[in-house]
């Protein structure tokens, strides 16, 4: 079992940055995959980029690629999503997930087995 918090979020001015942060409880986080999804209002819940367990392979949205960077450390259990150059289309609540097998579909909701309650960040214009 793992629980996921995330913390980090809050409102930033386009152009701007922040880093999103997911804690994680239990003994066998360094085997997931980790994912970060984002949720706008009226919109379904989409990929933003997802780390494997090692930390060495990192998948990323067409949106948010070389804007966004994922990064985790397995001794703190956490993971990051540092956030650049940030522009209004990027406010959502955005959610960590672990997957335990990764098979691949790295940017599949059902993928995941875990999630977390997500933390929301507004950009504004």
């Known amino acids: 079992q793992v629980q996921l918090v995330e913390s980090g979020g809050g409102l930033v001015q386009a152009g701007g940055s922040l880093t999103l942060s997911c804690a994680a409880s239990g003994r066998t986080f360094s085997t997931y995959s980790m994912g970060w999804f984002r949720q706008a209002p009226g919109k379904e819940r989409e990929f933003v980029a997802a780390i494997r367990w090692s930390g060495t392979s990192t998948y990323y949205s067409d949106s948010v690629k070389g804007r966004f960077t994922i990064s985790r450390d397995n001794d703190k259990k956490t993971v990051y999503l540092q956030m650049n150059s940030l522009k209004p289309e990027d406010t959502a609540v955005y959610y960590c997930?672990?997957?335990?097998?990764?098979?691949?579909?790295?940017?599949?909701?059902?993928?995941?087995?875990?999630w977390g309650q997500g933390t929301q960040v507004t950009v504004s214009s």
């Open positions: 997930a672990a997957d335990r097998e990764f098979l691949g579909n790295y940017y599949d909701t059902g993928a995941y087995d875990y």
